[in-house]
């Protein structure tokens, strides 16, 4: 699942590449869940997804924050 959803974080990413992102609270989509699964947080490490979860992210200082409430995160299609 977490490599699936790079393609979908393209749209959010800041201009400027952050060494941290952090989507907070945001609804993900995936296939493995039948429904989306609620105030999901993402952290994203040098272009990589690191984790997906409902717990706080402990992020460097300086990490660039999305507030994604009221969002969805859907998987993408990687080749």
């Known amino acids: 699942?977490?490599?699936h959803l790079a393609a979908a974080l393209l749209w959010?990413?800041?201009a400027?590449?952050?060494?941290e992102l952090v989507i907070e609270q945001v609804?993900?989509?995936?296939?493995q869940h039948s429904k989306p699964q609620p105030k999901q947080n993402v952290l994203i490490r040098d272009g990589r997804i690191v984790s997906v979860g409902s717990r706080p992210v402990h992020a460097m200082s300086g990490a660039v924050r999305i507030d994604g409430r009221?969002?969805?995160l859907t998987p993408g299609i990687m080749d």
Not at 16 to 19: C, E, G, K, L, R
């Open 1 to 3: 699942m977490v490599a």
């Open 12 to 14: 959010l990413a800041p």
């Open 27 to 31: 609804a993900v989509v995936s296939p």
């Open 16 to 19: 400027v590449p952050a060494a």
């Open 70 to 72: 009221g969002r969805f």
